[in-house]
């Protein structure tokens, strides 16, 4: 049974989730090596939705294991929040939840940090989800930061706390540190249970042949140090972190699947390239309810983009390709995709590197016709029409990659595998 790594590969929100669960049926473990609470990972079954923020996606499925790996953040507050929410749906936790004890720990310090700092840029914001991911991140780099481990050691718990306050010249009350403490030590004696060493846990299940789930959160063009930065996420998100949030070698995956939507969004500031903002966007906002699912915010809203497509294949090395929400394309009448980039006189196949470069580039695109038929029914893709094919064979041919699984709407079942021998 393979490790299968399962990755967004645009700017996040690309439906990793679905296809997560989808694969999910089977895994024995689905893993999560990055991010922390602002990932927004929704699922959908017989109805009813479900909204993940820390928690592994593969926790509904009752005999499945769920990491959380050293690379996130979690935020102790919302994760005992979002594991209470859970149980009170039905959902068991006991042997099934695996938190690394290495883990880092975002404070409310940190979420005011991180609210601070987008008030103080003003117009050159990020537009953070405000969850305090950043400064968390950016603690641990520095070596001030505090890790899950900690929290069962007072004394020590007490004295990092101290020093990360002096370290960023905040002043606080010794009483509300102390109570700080408390509630922390509070979430600890409902998280310990779940804390352990991860690495050896899934080299260990690999060994014996256990199907293991990477899930990756945000996406590629996120990624601290390759995406559009600084218009990025603090994280690494490509690939190679599931290593270094897990401790199980990305060497050792079997598969990486690209996760893309049959258009491109984006949440927060930042480049993008292909942003429409006209009654195309509009429809596609509407018909994909394209809002963030951590903070509301309605997404931008653009063609796909098979320049970062391409650029995304070669980061992470994808083997195949799953393509979402093509059914929220239904209805316009002609599709573009973007396959080449202007910088002035010159043709560019690559992104650049520059924020200044960003905003001067030029999409060159490809025009499709639509389709208007609705393909929530579809389940192979010998039922869509005939225009949906050509668009998918396009994304295909500019991208050289197969498509494995094409996702035409929000229910777990309105889901296909394209089997090419
Ligand atoms: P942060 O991760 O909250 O620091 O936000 C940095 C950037 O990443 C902002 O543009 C966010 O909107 C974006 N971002 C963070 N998490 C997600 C996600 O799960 N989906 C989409 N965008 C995200
Ligand atoms: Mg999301």
Known sequence: MPAIAVLGCMWGDEAKAKIVDYLGSDADYVVRFQGGSNAGHTIVVKGKK?????????????????????????????????????????IT???RLFIDERTG???????????????????????TTGRGIGPAYADLTARVGIRLIDLAHH???????????????????????AELIRQLEECWKFLRKYSCQTGNLLHEANIQGAKIIFEGAQGSMLDRSWGTYP??????????????????????LDEVLGVFKAYATRVGEGPFPTEISDDIAQKIRKQGNEFGATTGRPRRIGYFDAVLAAHTIKLNTIDKLAITLLDVLSGI?????????KLKNRVLTEPPSHPLDWEKIEPMYVSLEGWDQNLN????VKSLPQNARIY???????????IKIVSVGKERNQTFVINKG
């Open 50 to 90: 479900y909204v993940f923020h820390t928690v592994p996606s593969g926790i509904l499925y009752p005999h499945t294991k769920c990491v959380i790996g050293s690379g996130l953040v979690i935020d102790p507050f919302a994760l005992v929040a979002e594991i209470m929410a859970l149980e009170a749906a039905g």
């Open 93 to 95: 936790f006991n042997h």
């Open 105 to 127: 720990i975002v404070l409310p310090l940190h979420k005011h940090l991180d609210l601070s700092s987008e008030k103080q840029l003003k117009s050159a914001k990020i537009g």
């Open 155 to 177: 004394r020590y718990l007490k004295r990092r706390i101290q020093e990360l306050y002096l370290y960023h010249k905040h002043q606080e009350e010794a009483s509300e540190i």
């Open 231 to 252: 218009y990025v996420t603090s994280s690494n998100t490509i690939v190679d972190a599931v290593g270094i949030g897990t401790g199980f070698s990305a060497r050792c």
């Open 333 to 341: 009448e002609e599709l573009k995709i973007c396959m080449g980039y």
């Open 377 to 380: 029914k579809a389940r192979s």
């Open 392 to 402: 998918l064979e396009a994304i295909e041919d500019l991208l050289e990659k197969p």
